[in-house]
């Protein structure tokens, strides 16, 4: 689909050689072809375009150069929705220093939704307008069309305002580093949300295990070790338990098919998971579970179950860690404990990640481009930092331990998934996966109901599921 280009604005003051030392001008590169330029020139929405996924830029083509005058931005006021509520006072913070120090004179006012959870229901209601939105990726991509989002690849490359540099080329996710100008891209991520397994180092080292598990053979060795002594010690309530808690949710169920090495291709219209993985994935959850090596609780959220040593391992997110930290400084053990990323077959491990992302609605040209200079900004290595502190993830531009190294030494546990070398995969970044993954949660959800001999079925209603989802999109 060709992305639709955006004009320049016919209004642009032309600064004299004295202003231009405070700030610089809006200047179309002479030789810049039609398509795709920067949008400047009305103020009227148009329609938002769908993802598409080749969009190839031609070997001529010159990045675009924003040029910015202060009298363009000067007092503009713009709105930024976000998720982090309970951090609403550190985030207000971090757009104050914004509002003091941008050179612009742009103001800044922060909207809190209700958590991710929360801002996709307002997403979902149609009660968000704002200027710049930070999300779940998938959750911006699934508000479309009715959210009306900038593309932003002509932002991200432009050659003074972009963010392609500030994206570290030997961090880990360097691999998944949006390719700006390969597709159109309508959100850049911020930071990335993950599935770990937490480890209880203390209580696997009092059950004879010193070293981490390198495999799935050795987490379940180590599984039953902790059921067992569960089930010969004076608790009677815990019986049983012991081993790995399964949290059944999204992430789970996406890496667990990842480490099977199912990918997250789309073959058709519309995406179904690769028979062989899923199936072998469900046999092993299946057959660990009916051996008391995996458990379900009746508590929903494991915190508990890990701190009181009802589980050596439990399924977990990054967003849990601090939760997690918490309890295990208020509980009886205290044990040391760290992250695990997944393993998989050949002592290989593997990490499948979801983006928290920023998006800009189309409003008018100045509003969306003082939108585009705050998003930048908090992609600087420096916000990034300070968002850590906020939202508890990985920043995207670089490794964890390097772009917030504090964090980092204080939270031990935050990073450590990494120093296995996982192999990372980012969820895909479409307008369908907000159900997909829903989809993949239910799916897993079914293997612990079911016999081993209907599982085809399940892989059936997957397909027809994700078909009717895409059938009924707008």
Known sequence: MKQKHLQLLLSVLICSQLILTACTAIVPNATQPA?????????????????????????????????ITDKLLKGLNITVRHPFYDDDDQFNQLIRDFNLNNLWGIHVIGVASGGTDGLANDLNDGLVDDDLVIGMGTDLLAAQPDAQFLALDDYARDEKFGVTTLFEANSPFSEITPRFGESVHYTIPLAYNTGILLYNQTWAQELGFSSLPANREGLLNLAQAAMDANQVDANYYNNGTGGLWLSQSPLSAQTWYRSYGGDFQTKGSYFVP?????????????????????????????????????????????????????YQESGNFKDTWTTLSYPGSNDETYLVLEPLSVGIQRSDPNSELAAWILAR??????????????????????????????????????????????????????VDWASVRLVFQDAYQRVYNQDAEYFPSILEVFGQTTQINQEQRP
């Open 35 to 67: 398509e795709p330029v920067l949008t400047r020139a009305t103020a009227t929405a148009t329609p938002t375009q769908q993802p598409t996924e080749n969009l190839s830029p031609t070997a001529t083509q010159p990045v675009p150069t924003i040029a």
């Open 377 to 430: 900004w908090l992609l600087e290595p420096a916000q990034q930092a300070r968002l850590v502190e906020i939202h508890g993830l990985w920043p995207s531009i670089g490794g964890p331990t390097e772009i917030a190294p504090e964090y980092a030494s204080t939270h031990t546990y935050w990073a450590a998934a990494l120093e296995s070398d996982p192999l990372i995969t980012v969820v895909p970044e479409s």
């Open 274 to 326: 690769q028979p062989e993985p899923l199936m072998a994935s469900f046999y092993f959850l299946k057959s660990a579970f009916e051996a008391n090596q995996t458990w379900v609780g009746v508590e929903p959220l494991p915190y508990r179950y890990f701190s009181d040593r009802y589980a050596v391992i439990t399924e977990g997110t990054l967003e849990s860690l601090p939760y997690q930290a918490a």
